[in-house]
């Protein structure tokens, strides 16, 4: 079955930036779209980028646009997410999520920020940043 692994969680400074990395296990892979979520304690988990199977579609949270990205490299399993300029308020739990979906069309992209929308979920990796 799909497994996925997050790496590259830490404590960071403000300002600051973390990239994080997610393997995934699957031969899928490369046509399924991919998201990364987000958990603070007490808080729901939330959307904050999704990539369609090809990589050319990206879609972000309003909270991160311009400072996050987020890539794939279908061939390493691999998807990332490239965190700059850091705040306190992007301290959370971040979870790399793979749909059963390629997002291969233009009206798909109102369900990426969708929990249900995807089926495998990593276990997390905490990213925390000081103020």
């Known amino acids: 079955q799909v497994q996925l692994v997050e790496s590259g969680g830490g404590l960071v400074q403000a300002g600051g930036s973390l990239r994080l990395s997610c393997a995934a296990s699957a031969r899928t892979f490369s046509n399924s779209a991919m998201g990364w979520f987000r958990q603070a304690p007490g808080k729901e988990r939330e959307f904050v980028a999704a990539?369609?199977?090809?990589?050319?579609?990206?879609r972000y949270a309003d909270s991160v646009k311009g400072r996050f990205t987020i890539s794939r490299d279908n061939p390493k399993n691999t998807v990332y997410l490239q965190m700059n300029s850091l705040k306190p308020e992007d301290t959370a739990v971040y979870y790399c999520?793979?749909?059963?979906?390629?997002?291969?069309?233009?009206?798909?992209?109102?369900?990426?920020?969708?929990?249900?929308?995807?089926?495998?979920w990593g276990q997390g990796t905490q990213v925390t940043v000081s103020s």
């Open positions: 990539i369609s199977w090809s990589g050319l579609s990206t």
């Open positions: 999520a793979q749909s059963s979906h390629t997002w291969g069309t233009a009206e798909e992209v109102r369900e990426t920020d969708y929990r249900g929308w995807y089926d495998y």
